[in-house]
Structures are given as structure tokens and as C-alpha cells.
């Protein structure tokens, strides 16, 4: 029983933290964005990766901003992988161009340094933003800011380091080097955007500025061939998924509860063949068959709900563990899984009680009186 | 206090009906001191068991406290143990890991009787059979004859009407013995029916009357005073003459 209550306890924990981790991960880059990629896939959700029929162009992120008063900042994303250089040392790590707003459309801190300069966006400059262990890798002694490094076969000057910030959604901001986007689009030789991230003002105009956005498209391009995702959309399909998943491991370990309440139910009959000759007696002195059979289920009800709450502090401590050893996964055991484990524990122990219970209530007094 | 008219109790042993009890015919009048005496298998557990409510008859019929207890349902019964009856053993049937005060306030406890009441009666019960000061010791830690008279406290402490007793000294020595006849005996005179079950001569000569069962059936009956002269005591006088 204990068990049971503690396994339902940890896994649902886990189940909870992942969510919340993920949450939080969605929530670092700014809840009022919305992403405009390239392609026209008929279920949101997971970005997906659809032939468009037009690019994403540099000129239509600027018409966004410049047609839509919502939309307070816009950061362009190009993505490409290349070698990093300086001296002997190289690295080859992902490259993204962007523009300067993107800093806090994702939410970024400057180590030292400067972010991307606020220039023209088709205007590219040879300039680079390093990430914290990119830096650390190719200027191990030195200050990397005002020096050069070669990226392919572009030279370019360093401008500022990132502060260490770590994996965000499977991208290691720390062992990136970001440019301005025009040069990236020059490097990687690309015309499409890779995506174009929309900071709206306010939370509210979200929805309204995602129809203005798709109207703009389908009057650049002549049809719908974009898809526009909002950021919270996409934290509720992982929030569902992962929840459904915690309900699911959760219920797996219930079963867990009821195999225990089998062993509840042994306990029990033991008890009460055990105990007999107490039964008969209690029946001489005028004890009822329900008051007997009272008995009995209390006792069971004692016995499942004390292992119930002695899982519930051995899942407390395994989680406990767990976030000591994982401080980044904010596992803690929702509040239903909670009760809904101790409660089960409880029923299952007196669904298996029952059984034991009735057959000490139904013992006939003489026969019971007289057994060994 | 009780009547008994063409009592039949049957049950089954192994496939076979054994008839422990045959049309049996008695009255035990209120205040008095009966003896059931009888060889093994003689049926007097049996009828013992009958006029205390655990068991019930297959015919005849049973008056307790002029109340026909064929009619009465489980809940009425189990009343009637709890109010009417008490019940003595051979093997005491304490509960081991109760003391002996909780073992005396056991049928208390089940009759809903108010905590405070209960102490009361406890102490009150354990200083009639002598064992005031032992109320804190469990079953284990008390001498035989200790252990029965708790039993007998527990007997009493509803205040029953009727007390029956199973061979109440068959597991003690004599001075035991003689202390738990003579509290029962004290009780008897206080007005409490009292019906002992034995099989030994000098406990039912303290009784006033005597039955002897042999086979289901009431064989003898004969005053206490007059066992110690009985010769062939637990045969039927025919067979004994014979």
C-alpha cells in the first residue's frame, strides 16, 4: 500500500514537473508572441516543416511591422550551421540571423558587450554575437569583444558576448553565434526567412494581430501559405500531452494500489483466523454481527490508510531527492494525485476488507468460540 | 427465568446427523443453582450453548425470561446476550493483548455505555472478584484462577439475570477452584440464576438441582446434596442398575 500511495505520488510529480518545466521553457521566450513560418500545415500545434509555396521574405517582416500597429517588435530568424574560427581555434556551431530586437523578443541578457547594432535590416554587417561557452572556447585567455573571428569564409567582428543562459527548447543559447540576418541570408545564401517572430503588445491583441498577419500574407502572396502560431497555443498542446501522460502514469501506478489492496485482503483473513476464538467471545458477550464486521473494517481501514500516508512521506522524499538531483525539473505532486492516492488507498482497503470482514461476521459463535 | 419444551438440536459431523440434543423438557426458575452434568459428547455444551443464545434449536421451543426465542431475530439475540446473559468459560477467552480492566469493559465498549460509566463499573467489578489492584495486567501476566475471575468481572459487568458456565474450574487447581465456585455461588445468592456445566462431581453438588444428560437425554435429575451418595452417577439408572 505504501508503495502504491509513494509511486503514484513520485511518477505523478515527475509527470507535473515536466509540464511545468516545459511551461516555464515556453514562458522564457515571452507569452506574447506569435511565429510566422513558412507553409501552410492544416493542424497547429508542433511546427511543422510544410513546402511553401512563397518565402518569408526580409521585406515582408518589415511590412508587418510597419502595417501593424501591434506588432511592437519583430525578430527574424535564419538558421544555418558553420565553423567558427579564431587563430587555431574552431567550432562549429549553429549560426542565427536575427536583429537587434531580437534580445528581448527571446528574452536574452548581454554579458558584455553589445547585441547586433539597430541598423537597416537589409543592410548585413560583418559583425558577431557569441554565446557564453562559444566565447569561452575560442578566447579562453582573452577579451573577445573588438576581435576577429572567421565564420566560413567571412570575417567578423565581435561585438558582444551572451550571458551564460543554457538550453532553451532543444537550443543552446550558450554555444551559438548570432548575426544580423541579412548576413546570415548572404552566408547560408537563403532567400525565405526561417521563421519571423511577432512581439504583440499585450496579451489580448494576440489573437486579433494573428488574422491581421494572415491577412497581410494572403495579400502578398496571393494565398494562405504561411502558418501563424501563438506561443500560448503551442503551451497548451505540450501542457495537455503532458498532463495526459501524468494522469497516465499515475493510473498505472494505482494499479499498484489495488495489487496492495490483495495484500490487505491476506492480512485481513489471517487476522481473522487468527482471532476467531476473540470473534466468538465478542458474539457471547453481545456484540452484533455488524459491530464485528465495523471492527474488522476499521481495522483495515487503519491498516491501508497508515501505509497510505507512510507512501505518501516515502513519495515526498523521492521527489525530494529528485529535485536534489535535478533542480532544473520543478517536480512536485499535484494536489489531486495527492488525495486521489490516499483515497484510493483507503477504498481498495476497505473494498478488501469487506470480504475478511463479512466471513468474521458471519462465524457462528459456537464454532468460533470452540477453535483453536 | 427459563423453560424448555421438546428441545431437538441436530447437526452434522462428518455426513452424519448427531443428535446432541432429544426432547428435552425443563424449567430452571429465577435465583436458581443448576448443575448439567454428563458424560463426553453428552450434549451438554450443547444445551449450554442453546439457553445462551448462540445457538438456536432445530424444534421445540425455548422461553427465556418469558420471551420465545425462536421468534426473536439476530439483532434481538445478540441483545439478549448482551443484557440477559453472561457467559463463563473453561479457557477464561480473554483477549491477550487487552488488560484486564479493557477485557472487562469489553462488552461496555459494544453496548455504547458512556466512557466515564464504564471506569466506574470496571473498578467495580474487578473489586467484587478481589482483582482491584490487578487491572492493569494483561491476561499473561495473571495466575489462572486470576484470569477466570477477571472473566467472571466481565460475566457480570452488564449485570446479567442469567449466568452460565462452561467447566469454570476445569483449568484450575483446587484453591482456585473452590474461590471462583464459592464468587459464583455469592452471586447466586444475590439473585443471579446461575447454570454450570461439569463433569465434576464435588462442583455440582454446591447446586441445588442436577440434570444428567447421556445421549441427548436427560437421564437423571437429582439435588446437589444427593451426588456424593449417586453411585454411577453419569449413566441412566436403568443401566447403572443393571
Known amino acids: 500500500m505504501a508503495i502504491g500511495v509513494a509511486a503514484v505520488i513520485t511518477l505523478t510529480a515527475l509527470g507535473e514537473g515536466a509540464r511545468i518545466y516545459v511551461i516555464d521553457q515556453f514562458a522564457s521566450i515571452g507569452t506574447n508572441l506569435l511565429i510566422v513560418i513558412p507553409g501552410k500545415s492544416e493542424t497547429t500545434g508542433i511546427p511543422g516543416v510544410a513546402a511553401g509555396a512563397h518565402d518569408i521574405t526580409l521585406q515582408d517582416a518589415e511590412t508587418i511591422l510597419r502595417v501593424i500597429p501591434e506588432a511592437e517588435k519583430i525578430a527574424p530568424l535564419v538558421v544555418g550551421t558553420e565553423s567558427v574560427a579564431h587563430g587555431a581555434r574552431r567550432r562549429q556551431v549553429p549560426i542565427a540571423g536575427t536583429t537587434r530586437d531580437f534580445l528581448e523578443v527571446r528574452r536574452l541578457v548581454m554579458g558584455h558587450g553589445d547585441f547586433l547594432p539597430a541598423e537597416d535590416i537589409q543592410r548585413g554587417r560583418p559583425v558577431v554575437v557569441l554565446g557564453s561557452k562559444l566565447a569561452r572556447e575560442l578566447f579562453p585567455a582573452e577579451e573577445p569583444v573588438g576581435q576577429v573571428v572567421r565564420i566560413g569564409g567571412w570575417r567578423m567582428r565581435v561585438t558582444g558576448v551572451l550571458a551564460p543562459r543554457g538550453q532553451q527548447l532543444g537550443m543552446d543559447l550558450d554555444d551559438i553565434a548570432l548575426v544580423p540576418v541579412a548576413t546570415a541570408m548572404r552566408m547560408f545564401d537563403r532567400r525565405s526567412l526561417f521563421r519571423i517572430m511577432v512581439q504583440v503588445r499585450g496579451t489580448a491583441a494576440l489573437g486579433p494581430v494573428k488574422d491581421k498577419v494572415l491577412k497581410l500574407f494572403i495579400q502578398r502572396h496571393r494565398e494562405e501559405d504561411v502558418t501563424v502560431l501563438t506561443q500560448d497555443a503551442v503551451v497548451a498542446t505540450f501542457s495537455q500531452i503532458l498532463g495526459v501522460l501524468t494522469l497516465a502514469v499515475g493510473a498505472i501506478a494505482a494499479i499498484s494500489l489495488s495489487v496492495a489492496g490483495i495484500g490487505i485482503m491476506n492480512v485481513m483473513l489471517v487476522s481473522v483466523s487468527e482471532r476467531t476464538r476473540e470473534v466468538g467471545l465478542l458474539r457471547a458477550v453481545g456484540v452484533g454481527r455488524r459491530q464485528v464486521l465495523t471492527v474488522f473494517l476499521t481495522e483495515a481501514a487503519l491498516l491501508s490508510g497508515g501505509g497510505g500516508l507512510l507512501g505518501l512521506g516515502a513519495g515526498w522524499l523521492a521527489v525530494r531527492l529528485m529535485v536534489q538531483l535535478y533542480p532544473a525539473l520543478p517536480a512536485s505532486p499535484p494536489v489531486w494525485a495527492v488525495f486521489a492516492s490516499l483515497g484510493l488507498a483507503l477504498g481498495v482497503g476497505i473494498l478488501f476488507g469487506l470480504l475478511p470482514a463479512r466471513r468474521a461476521a458471519r462465524l457462528d459463535p459456537v464454532l468460533a468460540l470452540a477453535s483453536r | ?242
Open chain 2, 1 to 242: 427465568m427459563i423453560r424448555l419444551e421438546k428441545i431437538c438440536r441436530t447437526y452434522l459431523l462428518g455426513g452424519q446427523p448427531v443428535h446432541a440434543l432429544v426432547d428435552i423438557d425443563e424449567t430452571v426458575e429465577n435465583g436458581e443453582h443448576v448443575a448439567i452434568m454428563g458424560p463426553s459428547g453428552s450434549g451438554k455444551s450443547t444445551l449450554l450453548y442453546l439457553l445462551g443464545c448462540l445457538d438456536r434449536p432445530d424444534s421445540g421451543s425455548y422461553w427465556l425470561a418469558d420471551r420465545e426465542v425462536a421468534r426473536l431475530s439476530d439483532v434481538e439475540l445478540t441483545d439478549v446476550r448482551r443484557n440477559l446473559i453472561g457467559f463463563v468459560f473453561q479457557s477464561f477467552h480473554l483477549v491477550p493483548r487487552l488488560t484486564a480492566a479493557d477485557n472487562v469493559e469489553l462488552p461496555m465498549v459494544f453496548a455504547e455505555v458512556p466512557r466515564g460509566e464504564r471506569r466506574d463499573r470496571v473498578n467495580a467489578a474487578l473489586s467484587a472478584v478481589g482483582l482491584a489492584d490487578r487491572g492493569d495486567h494483561r491476561p499473561d501476566q495473571l495466575s489462572g484462577g486470576e484470569r477466570q475471575r477477571v472473566a467472571l468481572a466481565r460475566a457480570m459487568v452488564m449485570g446479567p439475570r442469567l449466568l452460565l458456565a462452561v467447566e469454570p474450574t476445569g483449568n484450575l487447581d483446587t484453591t482456585s477452584g473452590r474461590q471462583i465456585l464459592d464468587l459464583l455461588e455469592h452471586l447466586n445468592d444475590q439473585g443471579t440464576t446461575l447454570i454450570v456445566v461439569t463433569h465434576d462431581p464435588s462442583v455440582a453438588a454446591r447446586a441445588d438441582r442436577v440434570i444428567v444428560l447421556v445421549d441427548g437425554h436427560i437421564v437423571r435429575r437429582l439435588a446437589g446434596t444427593d451426588v456424593a451418595k449417586t453411585p454411577n452417577l453419569l449413566m441412566a439408572p436403568e443401566v447403572a442398575a443393571s
